[in-house]
């Protein structure tokens, strides 16, 4: 069956980095454009980042550009996103998205910056 497994949250102070995995199984991943998520609490579900099926291609919500980034490794069926100087206001819950001919979602895993 499709799974998408996150991994990688925790408490973080701010200023800190954070990598978030996300292995995939159970469908062709190297033909599926990965997305990265958030949703903090009260809060509408929003889209952090993308990247193309063969990475060749990424995009970033503007109030993470420049401090993440989003990259794959098609061999190992893996999509991470690297944060870095992360803010009290990236706390949320990181959800990866699998889109194609059909959408994949994750279970989420907590990402919490505070001092």
């Known amino acids: 069956q499709v799974q998408l497994v996150e991994s990688g949250g925790g408490l973080v102070q701010p200023g800190g980095s954070l990598r978030l995995s996300c292995a995939a199984s159970?469908?062709?991943?190297?033909?599926?454009?990965m997305r990265w998520y958030r949703q903090a609490p009260g809060k509408e579900r929003e889209l952090v980042a993308r990247i193309t099926s063969t990475g060749g291609e990424t995009n970033y919500a503007d109030s993470v550009k420049g401090r993440f980034s989003i990259s794959r490794d098609n061999a190992k069926n893996t999509v991470y996103l690297q944060m870095n100087s992360l803010k009290p206001e990236d706390t949320a819950v990181y959800y990866c998205a699998a889109w194609g001919s059909q959408i994949y979602w994750g279970q989420g895993t907590q990402v919490t910056v505070s001092s």
């Open positions: 159970g469908f062709t991943f190297n033909t599926y454009v």
